[in-house]
């Protein structure tokens, strides 16, 4: 742990560091596990996935808002293709957002306020079967 803390120490001026957590993500078809990096704060909200150009394959980003809002996304600075899960605070998921294209400007918002997004590979909705009204669970929705 020391280790990592001083890479992210010595990294601070080039990315963020996140806390690394797990999600499950509970669909018909089963539960499979994401790996997370979570970002909660103004600061590393505003970075996430931005200049990446690979994400392990089953690995995401959980941005988190903490309670339910009016949540906007959008791809400026994002090379990697994504799908976008939105998650209320109770861990449901409302809105789904496929491939979403890199480096778009083009915001994505749900019809419902939501407290939680989760950015994952492009093609992992379908091949999870992941739909609205499933549910993610983690410790920071109510389900857990």
């Known amino acids: 742990m020391r280790f990592v803390v001083f890479l992210c120490s010595v990294f601070f001026f080039a990315a963020p560091c996140f806390a690394r957590?797990?999600?499950?993500l509970n669909t018909k078809t089963g539960n499979p596990?994401?790996?997370v990096e979570v970002v909660d704060t103004p600061e590393?909200?505003?970075?996430?996935?931005?200049?990446?150009?690979?994400?392990?394959?089953n690995d995401g980003m959980l941005f988190l808002f903490h309670?339910?809002?009016d949540i906007a996304m959008w791809m400026k600075n994002t090379?990697?293709?994504?799908?976008?899960?939105?998650i209320d605070e109770d861990g449901v998921v409302k809105c789904l957002f496929k491939n979403a294209e890199?480096?778009?400007?083009t915001q994505m918002t749900c019809d419902t306020k939501t407290a939680a997004v989760l950015e994952i590979n492009a093609g992992k909705i379908d091949e999870w079967g992941v739909f609205t009204g499933d549910t993610v669970t983690h410790k920071?929705?109510?389900n857990k």
């Open 21 to 24: 957590d797990t999600v499950v």
């Open 33 to 35: 596990t994401v790996n």
């Open 44 to 57: 590393t909200r505003r970075v996430g996935l931005m200049f990446r150009n690979f994400l392990p394959e």
């Open 67 to 69: 309670k339910n809002r």
């Open 79 to 86: 090379y990697l293709p994504l799908d976008l899960l939105f």
């Open 102 to 105: 890199p480096l778009s400007l």
């Open 140 to 142: 920071a929705f109510k």
